[in-house]
């Protein structure tokens, strides 16, 4: 067990990300019992029924409704923000330039001139800061990067990454902040598209140049209005973004995010294919690992279906014994184990350059990949991920 | 957030399933938030400087080495026994004298003698009990036992029962306690065969009559001790056990148990046939059950993949949105919910004489299959699961 | 192309299976062309008019109704035995004893007594003599066995094996052939049972004792007479057969053949689990094998899913390029050609006592394990394989 | 078994889509013998001794050098052109117009330009005409295409689909006849792109727009020559395409035809999704449908698994019973059954004017796609498929 003393986090935020990032920070020191002990200090919203609520149940000690001064209270240590996307830039900004590590949801920015301001600010900031690309922490994604690191696939040739779900497929389906620009900045392309562009960009590396289209099949849906139930208004984001992409290093790219791929509740997908192997992978099935070496033997080559739950795969000796998987949460437990890590690096003065990935630079670039996408779906052109006036 | 007292667990044991139970234990407030909130009191064990380390990480208040004296304090309401086998009996049984409500490892006992003893005690109590075969609380299998109890599958023809491990394939692997008789009862059939009992018993019945084989395939291991690598000793229980069944209902079973079925970590398999339908379902991939429907059109049958990670399926309201996976603690989770609603309702005196299941009752006849198995492996003939003397 | 002088081939019996065979005489020369050319001489059969279209369509040049004056016919090379069980024991005869060469569709016999009389004239025959256990030729079997026979699973553990179908659970389903004991022998254990006993013998070798159920789930069936709709019969065969298996060489073997898996329409499927690795395969998916192999890296380890479509695999460079599978067919092609081949080279003189498997003696083996499986079923004992009086 | 004459075939080209058609030939009239019959009269090519041991093994009356004295042979019903790409047009037009029907393996032709020529030959003939995408006679595929046509799915949003292999990978693969523009038109986006395309077009309609990138991957490749290994030459084609595509309809299309996709030998695969439900097809497991219907009970949704062999699917009753699986050879029987329809129904006046798909018709269409693939490639821009200028 960390000797340390607990490290006191504000959560500005208590829906869905905040039940998981509150469940992190519960279950990390029980999995990671040598990293500082956490307590979750203060959670912060507008509806203060249903903070107070919600504070009970995730086991914060305090509530409140002005995040400003939250942040720069000097009993705060970690600030993590899982409010709607219109409110990153905001928060995260005050609360690096309170010296705060600061956690924030992705995607990191409503647009790329607000991700090139946070970004900004991160790297001038004292303290640790992250984006919660938390697929990246299957450690069946992390065996991939391990081994993609050690150049066991050799030449990447190709990538083609889908994030395919379908909540929103029935008309019915009210106009709730995703749907709309100013509160989410994008649709699929932001909410999951992002993940697949940041497991792109951890595995193979990054984005030159990318062609686009972008889609809203259904451009108008119901507010949720009490009694007002014929009150609708028009999406203005997209329902699913395409993109085709060359890589720097060669390879071609073919990505996918929608919420209309009915029967697909969560399948976040990749594939990879280099010169001596490949690997596949899919969240709804997220424990496996497929891989493929050209090497095997010419009688028995296949993909070979990996059960990443050994000892010897990344953060698993956190967990159970072989064969006992692990699931959705435990991506959040390993990003949390892996930033407490990282606040405790540098407060011993190690690494005191590095940062862990992904942080807010991986959100800017991510950001200036979205962007580009965003340009050439409107354009028809090619558009350079760096080819932004910013 | 339930306003009742928290309930106090002293927890005897502290290996592998103590890690599981005080997970869950520590979890299932956060995802059951109306049940009465738990605490985790005192951790008993033998090893001082183990215990010691065990209960800092899981957040045990203290730690003790006597259970006799903690299962008696008036401070702890719940006992929850994770020992090897052999303890099961006397702790169970002193606890349950003591009025507490009882949690025990599977499988119940050493022997059905044992087991019958202490469903005995159970029965005379007052606190509730419960036996942790966690893997009925898997929500695909609670799904396929609502689906069962509908009657959807129709009369029941079939079920192969399969749990298939190889952590012991290595000749080198040390004579533990599961390897000794007189610590562990049995082998592979207690172990791992209890479970698929449990299953088949929860989905289809009871069963009547069995046939089986038992074999070791390594019969001498090495100990484990320091400077003596070559004290070897005679594995006395089962590596592998199988055997045929016939249901009171009518249905033929056939199940395995095995640590000998190489690349199998962890394979808890069944597959039920009725004349209505088909029901699959793999520990190693938990959250779906597959089912086939004979209604369905002529020109699309077939076996459909449930993603039981709907809030319509069983346990998932507690959890996260449809496609976002659990995994093997979260059945442990819902077992100590379970368990937990059941103290609940006995101390406002709601279902006075209803036990949740599997109980110790549960133990016991998961025991006479077991007896039965083990007599008939000896002489080679189909034994009454009712057939002992006992 | 051979030059050889063209095979002419007298089928008994024209529904499925005469179908299936008459197709692989049909094709094994396109695939083959090397092996002696074969020309479809005579289809006997008893209904005049339905043997003529079958003839017309399968391409025979004859008809003919009476078996025993075809099988003597000096221009007739090889018999070719698809007839309801009852019949195979006096055609075989014959035609062996006419020097023929001679194909039989599996089981062998109705009884053991019957395999008997058969393996012992098919011993003094001059002819070839083969049984139709097609499975083994599917590519994926092939390379299984050279596997195992190369030693790379080392000592074998475990089989587990099952054919899983689902034609009869209605009710409804008439009285056929394959329902009756005098026409059939057995029920499932016969006709499906047979070819995963034969598939476990060829991987794994001799069985030595075994126990077993066999059950009618419904007992009684309409016949399918005109007219006369509620003429119903006793089924006095099994509908399902279970039992569990020990080999000479240690391993355990559970088997199931059951016509009431729903869902299951051609479930035949093993696993086998050896120390350094083990098998998968499943005849609806009957082109991947998937193995495994304890010395893949700890990191990488998994069953891979090979795709037996390669030309290094078994009889597969006859066929297409890798990726393009082939079918049921195939493996009747597949055993074809093999027995065209021991044609061949017994009339060369090369080989001359050696005959390929599976072939009569076979087929008696087989038998013999069926016969100990009704006779443990019957009076609930261990059986040995060889511990008839036969 | 048909009356009618036999019809004879002249097959020019006699490699891997030589064996491929011939076999298909050869089985047509056993699996569908209400069919004409069908004769294999002369196979062209022009090495000698080649065709003629070609000729041998197909089953071939007769050989010949020369394709045009044969396409005008009074004998010939049928002229099956199976040559490289560059010989389609000018084989295909001389036989379309000596009134021949014509078989014409995929892609139609080398450019744009060719296939509207060849398109307009077709329309003004009196054969039949047909073009070889046999992946559409996959049963599965066309159970997905009544489906799709009965409006199962409902609007359709998206068609992911990839055509995946990895032949290529080595650079040491020779630079054969499919690797040089001038042969085959282009690489990997004629010879398996097509595929993909001509399935998109059957199953979800017409595309209106594409964007495009192409790359080759190995730009120099050694030929094929004897004693001077050190000659190279320039891959002048693509290595891998892909591209997005919107559909008239308003779908969206993202497509993938590659040969250096390490670990997939043959993946051809497509998902759709429909407001109403969603289909899956892979053809390694060819036999095989993936559907999900948006209808079904909110517990239990899933992807269904349908074993394509039923007697109710596709073209399913000419061969085996219920999971007996069919392989590659299979799809083009059903696309010759269809072909061989189609002629008998054209000789009978039946309808006259309608023409089997996929013809020449949807051959240029394919061709159109290709070239705005192709255009879009160049430029960098959305190329309409109808805005060429041809």
Same mark, same amino acid.
């Given at each position: ?19 998981? %990032?509150? %469940? ?13 002990? =956490? ?20 086991? &914060? ?7 400003? +001064? ?35 949801? /992705? ?16 790297? /001038? ?7 919660? %690309? ?15 690191? +050690?150049?066991?696939?050799? /030449?990447?040739? %190709? ?16 106009? +709730? #902040?995703?749907?709309? /620009? ?13 993940? *697949? ?12 140049? =990318? @062609? ?9 849906? !119901?507010?949720? $209005? ?8 028009? $999406?203005? =984001? ?8 060359? &890589? ?32 596949? #992978? ?31 795969? !990344?953060?698993?000796?956190?967990? #159970? ?7 959705? +949460?435990?991506? &959040? ?5 892996? &930033? ?9 003065? *190690? ?6 990935? !992904?942080?807010? @630079? ?22 350079? $991920? ?5």
């Amino acid at each position: 067990m960390s000797e340390g003393k607990a490290l006191r986090v504000a959560m500005i935020g208590y829906q869905f990300m905040g039940k998981a %990032h509150s %469940h992190a920070f519960r279950d990390v020191s029980f999995y990671f019992p040598n990293l500082r002990p =956490v307590t979750l200090q203060v959670l912060v919203g507008r509806q203060e029924e249903r903070v107070r609520q919600a504070a009970a149940r995730y086991g &914060f000690a305090e509530v409140a409704s002005d995040w400003r +001064e939250i942040v720069e209270r000097d009993d705060i240590d970690i600030v993590d923000i899982v409010t709607p996307n219109h409110l990153h830039r905001e928060i995260a900004i005050a609360a690096l330039r309170a010296g705060k590590h600061v956690l924030c949801e /992705k995607p990191l920015a409503l647009s790329l001139e607000e991700a090139v301001e946070m970004e900004m600010e991160a790297k /001038k900031a004292l303290g640790i800061n992250m984006i919660c %690309h938390n697929y990246r922490f299957a450690p069946a994604v992390q065996l991939a990067k391990q081994w993609l690191q +050690e150049g066991r696939l050799g /030449k990447i040739y %190709h990538i083609r990454a889908q994030y395919l779900q379908d909540w929103m497929i029935s008309p019915d389906h009210p106009m +709730e #902040w995703r749907l709309q /620009k100013q509160l989410a900045g994008s649709g699929a392309l932001g909410d999951i598209g992002s993940h *697949i562009i940041d497991l792109a960009r951890f595995l193979v590396g990054e984005i030159d140049d =990318v @062609t686009a289209v972008m889609k809203t099949f259904i451009q108008e849906r !119901p507010f949720m $209005v009490e009694n007002e139930q014929d009150v609708t208004g028009k $999406v203005d =984001v997209d329902d699913a973004a395409a993109f085709l992409a060359k &890589f720097l290093d060669g390879a071609l790219g073919v990505f996918e995010a929608t919420r209309f791929a009915t029967g697909n509740r969560n399948g976040n997908r990749f594939e990879i294919n280099g010169e001596k192997g490949s690997l596949r #992978w899919d969240l709804e099935d997220m424990n496996r690992l497929y891989a493929y070496f050209v090497d095997d033997p010419a009688d028995c080559q296949g993909f070979r279906q990996i059960q990443c739950t050994e000892s010897v795969h !990344p953060y698993l000796q956190a967990y #159970w014994p072989p064969g006992h998987i692990i699931g959705y +949460e435990h991506t &959040f437990i390993n990003l949390f184990a892996t &930033f407490l890590m990282a606040i405790e690096r540098r407060e011993q003065g *190690i690494d005191y350059r590095n940062l862990p990935s !992904p942080n807010f @630079t991986d959100g800017l670039y991510n950001q200036r990949v979205m962007a580009a996408v965003e340009r050439s779906a409107e354009n028809g052109k090619w558009e350079k $991920v760096m080819g932004s006036a910013i």
